[in-house]
């Protein structure tokens, strides 16, 4: 599949100046699996010993990297072939130094199944929900490098980064759907324990975006209120319990009216729709 990988990406309409291939720490280093590589773009490969997972890949790659613009992808998906070119076009024409560019996302599941994930920030507020897949970004390797992914979170990392840098940051989408993803078997998000820990961590680490947004606090103080429960982490419980109250109150009197936001799933990660009633929620 890296193969595959590597393929698609030497045949984009505006080519990269290279590949960075990060093997977080697999059985069999990836070096060994591209003696059949023929593509025109260089590619450097650089190993961990040891699993640090994905978050500090992708800051390894960052480091490494010798352009100026950088993009991220995961081995199992696939680009179109104008995502750069699309991509580079939309960043020319604001900020490129503090601005992130990303796209919409087709996911295919084990089962066969197809979800889709569109460039919707811009329509929802980030605080409702992760619309920003990694593997869709591209943005300045100098604001990645200024801007890692926190390496202590198990799930959420690229969520969290968004959160983070969205006072100083423009979104750019572009509206098509120019990655295709596809559910590996081993995939993290499908790891229930990884998803309790990072979504208490986030709630609490990004309280200045949340409190802007008190609907959303009051949702995901709940979600992290389940996890924490779960993991029989009382502290935790009970310091989410009282966020949820208070934020519920804030948001609209809703635990008091028993009106909570609708709730969808989008490519796995809980997105918060406004304005809808449980009679309406699916």
């Not at 992914?149 to 979104?171: A, C, G, I, K, N």
Request: charged share 25%.
């Amino acid at each position: 599949m890296i193969l595959e990988c590597l393929q698609n990406l030497c045949e984009q309409t505006l080519s990269p100046v290279e590949i960075i291939v990060v093997d977080d720490g697999s059985v069999k280093p990836i070096a060994t699996s591209l003696d059949g590589y023929s593509g025109a773009v260089p590619v450097r490969v650089f190993r961990f010993e040891e699993g640090r997972g994905a978050n500090a890949a992708r800051n390894e790659g960052v480091r490494r990297a010798s352009g100026t613009l950088v993009a991220f992808q995961d081995s199992d998906d696939l680009w179109t072939r104008e995502k750069l070119e699309k991509q580079v076009a939309a960043l020319a024409s604001s900020d490129e130094a503090r601005a992130i560019s990303y796209c919409g996302v087709r996911k295919v599941l084990r089962t066969g199944a197809v979800l889709e994930a569109p460039a919707v920030f811009d329509d929802l507020p980030l605080t409702r929900g992760n619309f920003i897949s990694t593997q869709t970004v591209l943005a300045s390797r100098d604001f990645l490098a200024a801007n890692p992914f926190d390496e202590s979170l198990p799930r959420l990392q690229d969520w969290e980064l968004w959160l983070r840098v969205s006072r100083f940051t423009r979104f750019v989408p572009v509206r098509e759907y120019l990655v295709h993803a596809r559910e590996p078997i081993d995939s993290i998000s499908r790891e229930p324990g990884a998803y309790d820990e990072a979504i208490i961590r986030l709630v609490s680490l990004r309280r200045d975006a949340f409190r802007q947004d008190p609907p959303a606090y009051a949702h995901f103080a709940r979600s992290a209120v389940a996890a924490a429960f779960r993991t029989r982490r009382v502290g935790a419980t009970a310091q989410n319990v009282a966020r949820m109250v208070i934020f519920d109150l804030l948001g609209r009197r809703m635990l008091l009216k028993f009106q909570l936001p609708r709730i969808r799933e989008n490519m796995s990660v809980t997105t918060l729709s406004s304005g809808s009633s449980p009679e309406s929620s699916k």
